[in-house]
């Protein structure tokens, strides 16, 4: 200790006493909250619940119910599961806007907090699908490309078009894009089939083949177009309009110029 | 030695060989009119020549094999997927081979191109009475080019074997199965068996490369030649006549002008090719009859087809175990062949309906012919409104509409429109007519506004030139055929019917705006 | 009221409008400048094009305002050759409008019809090489000709015969019998019928023994749809209640149209859309046709499950899957 104390006035001290204090402080504190980061305390599940059932209570129960049981043309949501509450809050389908058609992605009103805190409480209502956590997400390790390939033409292309860009259903109802959609809502929209959508449960599309899916979806959403601007990947629609205008029209162009006499 | 004794030496040792100096030397004077509505048929032409030239290449490497294969081949999300040799060999042209799919490209747009240009191509023959009289074997043959075209670029794109076209084979597999007694003898034949079997490619594939090319070149000569050797049309004007043509002569102007605009057609086509991705295969995947995509279309010339069997009522009758299906065979088939007849026939049809039998040289303004311009509108309305159908689904999507109301529109549209589109035109032509006699009459608007001694205003007119006011003035008003049901002698003609459509319709037919006469014109003189 | 009466005559060909190159020595210089250029152009696309396809890396992606990100080495194959092509086009025909002689010539045409005397002759040279062919005096060579001709006719046709076997029973049915399991397509998997929840779909195809042995012949008529309701959302008759289980109800994948997959299922109205012609099949009702151009529903497999839960088909379908065909029903 004397040692010590006879470097106490050094120019370098305080600035290393300060390090000190603020690790220590640091340290301690971290040390302190370990255990609340990586689950909700069974007393803070509780608080998520009924933060989400005020939140239900006051923007969807006018739909669904006082006790989501439903009405005459809007779904119970007993027993959808979280998963189903996470796709829709999350992708802005609800609260829905348009009645008319269907539920139509757009900006989500809710943030991801309330989301969490909604399918909580929905969740809690009756057992329903999970929201898959990042683990179960990692498509880049568990999926194979090719595989969801297959996957895709087979359960996929014939609502959602060859390239995932969507397609027409009946009465003015359509399957949306599936390019530029999360990770999670895509897995989660294969387990809940919301509304047109029909369910692929994980006995008829395993986990790891959904995966496979999510991995040819984010595939074709990053692959570039290859010979040029893509027309929409909606195929000879497209094709045959920029013939006739760009096509024809140029060579008209040409062919009046061709004729005209030089001045 | 001079360049020019050097090509005499050439000219010479030919000459003693076939002798063919004079027959040379007319050929090199013979006058092309000059009229850009005349090079539509000359893009048909060199788009022809690209689609040979682009898919010879194609051919070195394509593979017409529906053999079971594992694709190795670089592209990643097809690796270890089971697909036909056709297709591997495809995704190989388009990945693998340097030029390939720029090649592949440049064969499927000239093929767009080239059935476009053709329709355009068809337009203008029949709105401008190209048909006519010496022409009319010339315009059979159009039309058998037209309906060879569609049936090559059905084949063509279905070669790659990918999941798009594949569903279009087996789209045209059931109406050939829907052929009443016969129908299964004929898809058993095609498919060597049931579908889509192993033999289906290879054979189309030589359809495509041989068969139909080689009629191609066949046709298209035969046509080229009726052209060169009746020469071409002209549009009215001053110094035309019926008796000559009047333009410029083969060497040196048309030779580059032509010449420059093949060049100027395979760029276009090289040019699409290069910035527009088309046909992406590798996105489709391989055909299996287990799958679809949603939005399946074919090429755009077989749009219509699709849009009538599409609003096609569901109606099949079945007796002592037959089964006849309607909902197939009237959009599939009867229907585009009474259309395709009807236009084959159409120059005799009108020759009948007109009596006009002379030769015509001269071409017609569409609003000369009132009658033809509106048949054709009318054509023109039937074929957009099933094209539309066809694509009934991307509209869908895009506008925010129902199929299922696009459907009931295009099955109302299709009958009223058409007749709609007739009296619209035939209105409009008779209105271009009249203010074409304006015109001669009283001289062009200059939007100049004068004002007379007596307060009046009164806008200024320009006299048209002579050149206009000849062209103005100088078409056929042929009257409707006098086809009285008691003759002369005061004998009831036989075929009373038949005569009294034909003279009915030729009264129709001959329906214009009286031109200006030389009466009329001395009474403008002296006003 | 005919081409001759023209009430105003043809003031004949207007004068030639001599142009700038052909007066103007300096513009005539310059327009040949022009199409010189304009072939220099094309050079360099051509030199793009070899540049491209020796020395571009096909894995290069450039970013081009418009079209997105862009492969260089096809870009540059593609512009290359265009500009390559296009510019001659275009110098050739400057160098015609402008350089060449634009003086308008008129050629007479001459009638198509021959003169008397030729038809006469023609006439007469055809019907002497007739008689001297004798045709119409020896009926006996024109009757054997005819024949001989007629049957020889025969014989493209017959040797075509081969071109594929005769339609057969295989036509009129499927690889599905009575036991035969259910499995996924493409993983080739048994179903249980537990594994299916309501709103459940499934694509699905025979057990085969050796799964290699399935080709896409088996496939174009093999190929099944299952879709799993609750059972008080059917509206069947009760035989065709009988060959669902527990809500599971499966049909053909085929359309009964013109042979598309019809997998397209609208879990909230019940509905299967084909995307070909857009029939709509309603599922409720056994796939009775509800819009569009099909004139049949889609057959039913009668479906129950073994004694371990996977799904099986109790008997083969009662009529031909796919497209209507002549014989269908006999």
Not at chain 1, 36 to 45: G, K, N, P, Q, V
Not at chain 2, 107 to 123: D, E, P
Not at chain 2, 396 to 424: C, E, K, Y
């Amino acid at each position: 200790m004397k040692h010590l104390s006879r470097y106490r006035r050094h120019k370098a001290v305080a600035p290393l006493l300060l390090i000190a204090a603020l690790l220590g402080i640091g340290g301690t504190f971290s040390i302190a909250s370990a255990t609340t980061s990586a689950e909700t305390t069974s007393a803070d599940r509780t608080t998520l619940i009924e933060e989400g059932r005020q939140i239900f209570l006051k923007g969807c129960s006018s739909c669904h119910g006082l006790n989501a049981e439903g009405a005459s043309n809007v779904p119970a949501l007993v027993g959808v599961g979280a998963a189903s509450v996470d796709f829709q809050v999350g992708t802005g389908r609800m609260p829905m806007a348009d009645m008319s058609t269907q539920a139509a992605r757009k900006a989500p009103v809710y943030d991801e907090a309330e989301t969490t805190a909604v399918a909580a409480y929905i969740a809690s209502l009756a057992p329903g699908p999970e929201v898959p956590g990042s683990a179960q997400l990692n498509y880049e390790r568990d999926g194979s490309t090719a595989e969801g390939g297959e996957l895709f033409r087979n359960n996929c292309a014939m609502c959602h078009n060859f390239a995932g860009q969507g397609g027409a259903l009946t009465q003015g109802k359509y399957a949306p894009t599936v390019m530029g959609v999360e990770p999670k809502h895509i897995y989660e929209a294969m387990v809940t089939g919301p509304q047109s959508m029909p369910v692929f449960n994980d006995k008829t599309l395993t986990p790891q083949e959904k995966l496979s899916v999510i991995k040819w979806i984010k595939s074709a959403e990053a692959e570039p177009n290859l010979g040029g601007a893509s027309l929409g990947r909606v195929g000879p629609v497209t094709e045959g309009l920029l013939a006739w205008t760009l096509g024809l029209g140029l060579l008209i162009g040409v062919a009046v110029w061709l004729a005209m006499k030089a001045k | 030695m001079t360049a020019e004794a050097k090509l005499g030496q050439v000219a010479n040792y030919v000459d003693e060989r076939v002798g063919a100096a004079g027959f040379l030397r007319k050929s090199l004077k013979k006058v092309f009119p000059d009229h850009w509505s005349f090079l539509l048929g000359e893009i048909v032409l060199y788009s022809f020549v690209i689609l040979l030239l682009s898919g010879t290449f194609l051919t070195f490497w394509y593979d017409p094999s529906m053999r079971e294969v594992v694709y190795e081949g670089s592209y990643q999300p097809l690796e270890g997927v089971k697909m036909s040799a056709a297709y591997a060999s495809s995704l190989h042209i388009s990945f693998e081979v340097r030029g390939g799919l720029l090649m592949r490209q440049i064969h499927h747009w000239a093929a767009l191109i080239f059935m476009a240009a053709m329709v355009a191509h068809l337009l203008r023959i029949f709105f401008t009475g190209a048909f006519r009289k010496p022409r009319e074997g010339n315009w059979i043959i159009g039309v058998g080019l037209l309906t060879l075209g569609i049936v090559e670029g059905f084949l063509g794109y279905s070669l790659p074997d990918d999941l798009l076209s594949g569903t279009g084979i087996r789209i045209a597999e059931a109406i050939i199965q829907a052929l009443p007694v016969v129908g299964s003898y004929i898809s058993y034949f095609a498919f060597g068996g049931v579908f889509p079997g192993e033999l289906f490619i290879p054979r189309i594939y030589i359809v495509h490369v041989l068969l139909l090319p080689g009629a191609f070149l066949a046709l298209i000569t035969v046509h080229l030649m009726l052209v060169w050797y009746q020469k071409h049309t002209q549009y009215p004007g001053p110094g035309r006549t019926e008796k000559n043509v009047v333009g410029y002569q083969l060497m040196p102007m048309y030779m580059a002008k032509a010449g420059g605009f093949f060049f100027v057609v395979f760029g276009v086509t090289a040019f699409l090719g290069a910035v527009a991705s088309i046909n992406p295969i590798w996105l489709y995947g391989p055909y299996t009859p287990a799958q679809v995509s949603a939005g399946s279309q074919p090429d755009w010339y077989m749009g219509w087809l699709d849009g009538l069997v599409r609003m096609a009522p569901p109606i099949e009758t079945y007796f002592f175990g037959y089964t006849i299906s309607w909902n197939i065979l009237i959009p599939g088939l009867i229907i585009p062949g009474i259309l395709f007849t009807g236009m084959a026939l159409y120059p005799f049809i009108e020759s009948w309906i007109t009596g006009d039998k002379r030769e015509h040289h001269l071409l017609d303004r569409p609003r000369n012919a009132p009658n033809r311009t509106a048949l054709g509108a009318m054509s023109l309305t039937f074929m957009v409104v099933a094209l539309i159908n066809g694509g009934n689904d991307l509209i869908a999507t895009h506008f925010d509409l129902s199929i299922n109301q696009i459907m009931w529109g295009t099955r109302f549209a299709i009958f009223i429109l058409p007749p709609l589109a007739f009296v619209i035109t035939k209105r409009l032509c008779l209105s271009l007519q009249r203010a074409d006699r304006e015109l001669v009459l009283h001289g062009r608007e200059t939007g100049r506004l004068i004002m007379l001694p007596h307060g009046e205003f009164v806008e200024v007119h320009e006299p048209i030139s002579p050149e206009q006011a000849f062209i103005l003035t100088s078409h056929e008003q042929l009257p409707a055929l006098d086809l009285p049901e008691i003759d002369a002698r005061g004998v009831k003609r036989a075929g009373a019917l038949k005569n009294k459509l034909r003279a009915r319709m030729s009264k129709s037919h001959a329906e214009s705006i009286p031109k200006v006469t030389t009466e009329e014109l001395k009474a403008i003189e002296h006003h | 009221m005919s081409n001759e009466l023209q009430p105003i005559k043809d003031p004949g060909l207007p004068a030639h409008v001599h142009r700038k190159t052909d007066t103007d020595p300096k513009a005539a210089a310059r327009a040949e400048r022009q199409v010189a250029t304009m072939f220099g152009i094309s050079a360099l696309g051509t030199l793009l094009l070899i540049f491209s396809y020796i020395f571009v890396p096909d894995d290069l992606f450039i970013f081009i305002p418009i079209m997105g990100s862009q492969n260089a080495h096809q870009l540059g194959l593609g512009l290359g050759m265009a500009i390559a092509l296009f510019f001659i086009g275009i110098g050739a025909i400057h160098w015609a409008k402008t350089l060449m002689p634009d003086q308008e010539v008129v050629m007479q045409r001459h009638e198509f019809r021959s003169s008397d005397e030729d038809r006469a002759a023609f006439v007469a040279t055809v019907k002497e090489g007739a008689a001297g062919a004798g045709l119409g005096r020896r009926s006996l060579i024109k009757r054997s000709l005819g024949a001989a001709l007629g049957l020889s006719a025969l014989t493209p046709v017959l040797l075509l015969r081969d071109l594929g076997p005769l339609p057969g029973p295989e036509q009129k049915t499927t690889n599905w019998k009575a036991g035969t399991y259910l499995v996924s397509d493409p993983s080739n998997r048994r179903i249980k019928a537990s594994d299916l929840e309501v709103g459940s779909v499934a694509q699905v195809l025979p057990e085969f023994e050796d799964p290699k042995e399935r080709h896409l012949d088996d496939i174009a008529k093999d190929a099944l749809l299952l879709i799993r309701l609750r059972p008080s959302e059917f509206n069947l008759e009760p035989d065709r209640l009988a060959m669902t289980h527990e809500g599971i109800i499966a049909f053909s994948k085929i359309c009964s149209h013109m042979g598309c997959a019809v997998a397209l299922y609208e879990q909230t109205t019940k509905h299967l859309l084909c995307p070909c012609h857009q029939s709509t099949f309603d599922v409720t009702r056994a796939a009775k046709v509800i819009f569009g151009p099909a004139a049949r529903p889609l057959p039913q497999l009668d479906i129950t499950v073994d004694a371990e839960g996977y799904l099986i088909a109790r008997k083969p379908f009662s009529e031909p899957v796919g497209p209507s065909f002549w014989g269908r029903e006999k």
